[in-house]
């Protein structure tokens, strides 16, 4: 469940935004002691979702059919049953899904040799290097740097990066400062 949890992270917009008419017809927020790892979890049409697996401060990671989903406390509403998402099944799972689909196309691109792209599809940041358990190791013309599995994502042009070019060149200069290099 943790690859699914991490595929999933950037998900809690989405579901967030995905049914706020619903979300009103619910009664406030939720307390922490409300939820707790084993809690289950409804959407808002009262269907048991999944259970909460784990809490870290704001951040809530859901149990959903043997994938995970992590939202912040806020995304939660009370409801009769107990803690709710602010969305369908439907779409909660949807959304799931496609992140899973997601992932798959990008693993099946990110290779050895591989040109990696801002994310607006317009510069070559570099080429994949290696890969490690976590993402992959670029070589760019500032040197080799390591991105997270996250960072990329699969563009129309190919391989990209979740940065434009400027936001790339400066995180790497910001990097090699801290680092010393």
Known sequence: MTRALGLALSLSAAILAA???????KS???????LTPGTKVY???GKEVGTVAKVSGDKVAVAIEGN????????????DKGPA????KAKILAVLHEAERD?????????????????DGAAVLGKIKAITPQGAVMTTGE???????????LAKSGLAVK???AQFAEGVKKARQSSGG
Do not use: H, N, W
């Open 143 to 153: 040197g080799d740097i390591t991105m997270p599995r996250a960072a990329f994502f």
């Open 19 to 25: 049914s706020p008419a619903q979300a009103v017809q």
């Open 68 to 79: 995970g989903l992590v939202v912040p406390r806020a995304a939660f509403v009370r409801t």
């Open 43 to 45: 959407d808002v049409d």
């Open 28 to 34: 406030g927020a939720v307390a922490a002691t409300e």
């Open 85 to 88: 998402l602010k969305a369908t």
């Open 103 to 119: 992932a798959a196309a990008v693993d099946a691109a990110l290779k050895v040799g591989a040109e990696v792209r801002s994310a």
């Open 163 to 165: 940065v434009t070019a």
